[in-house]
């Protein structure tokens, strides 16, 4: 899962896990939370959110994630240059200034979380970096993106019951992104003057078969993994040196287990997809065996209080993700013309510039005026014009492809 919403689980259940229908509700919950756990680990005051700005496009890149939990997103990323929200699974779309859309909605959520005091106030200034170690610090009680609680989640803070867990709210459709069968934008390649290029293309071609996947991700067969009726498990040896980085047998070289891993800055197939051999995915962390192997108190708490095993298996259970099908097409993206791309510059920095003043408006009567301020200066840079000329390329596009 990309995105979330993960909350303090440990604090969530002090508070008698009350019921979450809709966006706002969280911050009713999160006030409460914040309440019975006003410190840190440190001593810091506790937020419900922190924001941060280094990851910006057009528009703040954490209002984006807001408009994914409706199952809309920008064409090509948060932290990129559209001006219209596009729904995951359908032929729909939303320009980033609809005054019913999501991305409003997501400011405007963000502004309300500041007028009760949940929201940073570094934020304004911070980089992800800063986010990260307050995360470790247990100063952040909301995770927009799942990889950003796994700071806060050590093995110490889960074994005392303390740590992040998905809670979605009623009417919540998470956006996710589908497989993408003719491959990424990454390349292998084999060197002009390679003495031996039909070696490495053996071994290139050993690395997409399911024991080049597992044996360079994880290691040799028997010693970290092995195969238990027809299932892939972690061997006894192979829970430590994942989880502790021990030492190797010197009959596979010795050293610490963690500096023996590949280290190839690339990737052949998802490790997400199943292994074909072993009716399981190829990520370790998804295999039944890992799943099931001592889950720490606060996994189990919430697979009992959500009858689940996985996010992914709750939320396809209860129809609350929208998958983005793959599209390809023949025909080369299109090129904005050089007045739509001054536009496009134009107005994002606008929208970007705004979004954060608007989140951060002293009162209700100031964030309305710099809302009218928004929308007057956008437009009169051209707003309209980009994202019709956005919304003709997507209909004629994804949109029609998603219409059949």
């Known amino acids: 899962m990309t995105f979330g919403p993960e909350i303090r689980w440990d604090l969530y259940q002090k508070l008698g896990s009350p019921q979450i229908k809709t966006l706002d509700d969280y911050l009713t919950v999160l006030k409460q939370m914040q309440q019975l756990s006003p410190k840190s680990d440190s001593g810091k005051p506790t937020y419900g959110f922190s924001l941060w700005s280094d990851w910006d496009g057009s528009g703040s890149m954490n209002v984006g994630s807001i408009t994914a939990l409706y199952g809309y997103g920008t064409g090509d990323g948060f932290n990129k240059a559209d001006l219209i929200l596009t729904k995951a699974d359908e032929a729909k779309w939303q320009g980033l200034l609809d005054d019913d859309g999501y991305y409003l909605k997501g400011v405007k959520f963000f502004f309300d979380a500041n007028k009760m005091g949940l929201l940073d106030p570094d934020s304004l200034t911070q980089k992800f970096s800063d986010v990260s170690n307050k995360y470790k610090d247990g100063q952040i009680l909301f995770a927009q993106f799942p990889w950003v609680s796994s700071n806060y989640n050590t093995t110490e803070h889960t074994s005392a019951g303390k740590g992040f867990a998905f809670v979605p709210f009623g009417d919540e459709k998470m956006s996710s992104v589908g497989f993408k069968p003719q491959g990424g934008t990454w390349y292998w390649s084999i060197g002009a003057k390679t003495k031996y290029p039909e070696r490495v293309m053996q071994f290139l071609n050993w690395l997409y078969t399911p024991e080049g996947v597992m044996v360079s991700s994880y290691g040799p067969k028997g010693l970290i993994w092995d195969i238990k009726d027809g299932k892939p498990t972690l061997t006894d040896f192979g829970y430590k040196a994942i989880t502790n980085s021990v030492n190797m047998p010197d009959e596979y070289g010795g050293g610490l287990y963690k500096d023996g891993v590949n280290q190839i800055n690339n990737a052949t197939i998802s490790k997400s997809m199943i292994n074909p051999e072993t009716g399981e995915p190829y990520d370790y962390t998804m295999w039944t065996s890992y799943l099931n192997h001592n889950p720490d108190p606060v996994t189990k708490s919430w697979r009992d209080a959500m009858g689940a095993l996985t996010v992914r298996d709750y939320v396809v259970k209860n129809n609350q ?84």
């Not at 983005?324 to 994002?348: C, F, H, L, R």
């Not at 510039?353 to 005026?369: G, P, Q, V």
């Not at 919304?391 to 949109?399: H, L, M, R, S």
Request: charged residues 30%; aromatic residues 10%; without cysteine.
């Open 321 to 404: 993700v929208a998958v983005a099908p793959e599209y390809s097409s023949s025909e080369a993206p299109a090129e904005q013309p050089a007045d739509i791309k001054q536009k496009n510059s134009e107005v994002g920095k606008v929208i970007k510039e705004y979004s954060w003043k608007l989140m951060f408006a002293k009162d209700d009567n100031e964030f309305n005026s710099l809302k009218q301020q928004l929308i007057t200066k956008a437009k009169g840079l051209g707003y309209d014009d980009v994202v019709k000329w956005q919304v003709d390329k997507y209909e004629k596009t994804v949109g029609a492809a998603l219409k059949k």
